[in-house]
T-cell receptor
Framework: DAGITQSPRHKVTETGTPVTLRCHQTENHRYMYWYRQDPGHGLRLIHYSYGVKDTDKGEVSDGYSVSRSKTEDFLLTLESATSSQTSVYFC??????????FGQGTRLTVV | KNEVEQSPQNLTAQEGEFITINCSYSVGISALHWLQQHPGGGIVSLFMLSSGKKKHGRLIATINIQEKHSSLHITASHPRDSAVYICAVRRGTDKLIFGTGTRLQVFP
């Protein structure tokens, strides 16, 4: 199995609080992604990274920021959590021309 | 219109049936992925295709680049095949764009 872990796996937080999700990889893959998965929408890209300090927005980036200071870590921050950000969040890693590997997901509930 | 469309959205089958899930896309791609997600579970890569056909056990994936279409076939389906199957395409910037998935239920 590819070495990719997400933390935490579950989190309940209050509206308006900041939340940070962590994705850690041991594969030295260049590309890292954050997706959210919601019923009826499938997986939607929030942000992705193509190298240390190199990030770009996906289709649902509003309200989220990311940072990648090391190859192995990609952090997703909800600056001020809202109920609409209740979702399951998946991190993925890949290299060009290779398969993508996914973390186990983080179930986030904003109350 | 989504860049990646899957059909059907839901599929039920009896054990032993041959199953086909379709994926059509509207953009230029460098590769297409088929993924599997069991209920409450993580996402597992089944295939990555850039041309032709691949087979793994009872699973077969094909792609027609000219027609922008891919199919995932399951032969001799089994209840443990019940899952959501997701098609994703990789564009030049290496972003993965996903279809909304096909929910398959196989009954004994």
């Amino acid at each position: 199995d590819a070495g990719i872990t997400q933390s935490p796996r579950h989190k309940v937080t209050e509206t308006g609080t900041p939340v940070t999700l962590r994705c850690h990889q041991t594969e030295n893959h260049r590309y890292m992604y954050w997706y959210r998965q919601d019923p009826g929408h499938g997986l939607r890209l929030i942000h992705y990274s193509y190298g240390v300090k190199d990030t770009d927005k996906g289709e649902v980036s509003d309200g989220y920021s990311v940072s990648r200071s090391k190859t192995e870590d990609f952090l997703l921050t909800l600056e001020s959590a809202t109920s609409s950000q209740t979702s399951v969040y998946f991190c993925a890693i890949s290299e060009r021309g290779a398969e993508a590997f996914f973390g186990q997901g983080t179930r986030l509930t904003v109350v | 219109k989504n860049e990646v469309e899957q059909s059907p959205q839901n599929l039920t089958a009896q054990e032993g049936e041959f199953i086909t899930i379709n994926c059509s896309y509207s953009v230029g791609i460098s590769a297409l992925h088929w993924l599997q997600q069991h209920p409450g579970g993580g996402i597992v890569s089944l295939f990555m295709l850039s041309s032709g056909k691949k087979k793994h056990g009872r699973l077969i994936a094909t792609i027609n680049i000219q027609e922008k279409h891919s199919s995932l076939h399951i032969t001799a389906s089994h209840p443990r095949d019940s899952a959501v199957y997701i098609c994703a395409v990789r564009r030049g910037t290496d972003k993965l764009i996903f279809g909304t998935g096909t929910r398959l239920q196989v009954f004994p």
